[in-house]
């Protein structure tokens, strides 16, 4: 069986010093994990996407017991500087370091032998197969062992583990237990919530990789079972559940069930915790948001009207506090249009947040929200033709029934609030139906 090697690195995009967004995640598919791969060893990626960063203790197992180790030092990622320190002060060698070309590596680790790799304007890769290459060459290297731990290398008579006795039979079992079950959840959450829920009992809760119960917990999501996943969570360790992924989730669940209060309680405190962020206070915009609604359909007035400004106050703050991410941006847009008269910051929102969702288009692999939110603000625009474009490429990148369905919510909002100035809304009804469509169509074969 191939020796493990363990990937120490950021997710998705970071900035760097300059400000360009590096995108880690086809770094890991284009270079690493196939450098690896080309190496005979087999990769395993540390769970941060799902489990938020934190460290537990499968993954300190994973640090240890693994025979190879990359580790990718761009952007001086805080998570990724602790789990090397762990790694260099129990294994003396097998540790590869990468960074991008052009960044200054911080004082403490400049002097270690890094291999650099080649990134353009966008973030992205563009020397693969050099940097494939030499990355492959350099774990064969490896193979005969020379110490690259600064640790073992200025301490000559520091302790030294005998890895040959640690349980790396346990490794392999963790390793192929947590990818058993996330095969067996992604064939579940196309079956249905009662496939996931099954899969929940067959569980010990506490015990298991919290990669696996993030994923579960997720799945609950993918499938809509907002109940599981409010069950879930005291179920989880004390550290787990305090993690910012699973109390955002959390706050989600608990505003799909109708429990605002307790859903602003927690993301409130996210807040007063970790300050704003476009993830917390998007969830938490749509718990105004939906109070809003509530408020609207009830007949009370001023309650719709208080519970509008704060959703689009909520909203504006999270896209402020990151001008990438175009979510909470397209919401505030939207909602705006929603005042009576339109709020007058709209015009000047608009090209921003057009802005934000491009420069995502260009910098990475688009997904069905960077094309929803461009669709939403075509209806905005009340332009047909790019709206029109926009529905296409999002019909095409719809992964879950939940989606399109969410869309047309918003869209049917701008439809309604138009047509009650006097505004022909027939074209954008048929956008709403196409997304409804696709929802049911996407369920259907769930």
Not at 312 to 328: C, V
């Amino acid at each position: 069986m191939k020796p493990f090697c363990f990937v120490l690195m950021p997710f998705g995009k970071k900035s760097d010093d300059s400000g360009r967004a590096i995108d880690f995640d086809q770094i890991y598919e284009s270079i690493i994990g196939p450098g690896i791969q080309q190496a005979d060893l087999e990769p395993i990626r540390a769970d941060e996407e799902v489990v938020g960063g934190f460290i537990h203790k499968p993954m300190f197992e994973r640090l240890m017991l693994c025979e190879y180790a990359v580790a990718d030092l761009t952007t001086a990622n805080p998570n990724v500087f602790y789990e090397l320190g762990i790694r260099h002060g129990i294994r003396p060698h097998s540790t590869v370091l990468l960074f991008a070309k052009g960044m200054r590596l911080p004082f403490d680790v400049a002097p270690l032998r890094a291999l650099p790799y080649m990134i353009d304007a966008h973030g992205a890769p563009n020397a693969v197969d050099a940097d494939r290459n030499a990355l492959a060459a350099r774990l064969i290297e490896c193979r005969n062992p020379v110490e690259d731990s600064p640790l073992f290398q200025l301490i000559s008579d520091f302790p030294r583990p005998d890895i040959a006795r640690l349980k790396t039979d346990t490794l392999r079992d963790l390793v192929e237990y947590s990818q058993k079950y996330k095969a067996k959840l992604s064939a579940a959450r196309r079956e249905g919530p009662e496939a996931v829920k099954k899969i929940e009992q067959e569980l010990n809760i506490k015990d298991t990789d919290p990669a696996v119960i993030v994923d579960l917990f997720l799945s609950h999501r993918a499938v809509e079972n907002w109940l599981a996943m409010v069950d879930l969570v005291p179920k989880m360790s004390p550290i787990l559940a305090r993690t910012i992924l699973v109390r955002e989730q959390l706050g989600l669940a608990l505003n799909r069930l109708g429990r605002r209060e307790e859903a602003e309680a927690i993301l409130l405190k996210l807040i007063e915790e970790r300050g704003p962020s476009s993830e917390t206070n998007g969830i938490l915009g749509r718990v105004y948001k939906d109070l809003w609604k509530n408020s609207k359909n009830s007949g009370n007035v001023a309650a719709a009207r208080g519970y509008l400004r704060r959703a689009i106050a909520t909203y504006l703050k999270g896209f402020e506090s990151d001008w990438r991410d175009a979510y909470p941006g397209v919401n505030v847009v939207t909602l705006m249009e929603m005042d009576n008269p339109v709020d007058s910051r709209q015009a000047e929102l608009l090209p921003v947040v057009q802005y934000a969702v491009k420069r995502r288009l260009e910098s990475k692999s688009p997904d069905y929200w960077d094309y929803a939110t461009l669709l939403e603000l075509a209806v905005l625009k009340n332009d047909r033709g790019e709206a029109t474009t926009a529905l296409s490429d999002a019909l095409a990148a719809v992964r879950e029934a939940w989606e399109p369905k969410s869309t047309s919510e918003n869209i049917r909002m701008i439809r309604e609030v138009r047509t009650q100035r006097g505004d022909d809304g027939t074209w954008i009804e048929e956008i709403e139906g196409a997304l409804n469509h696709a929802g049911s169509e996407r369920s259907h074969s769930d």
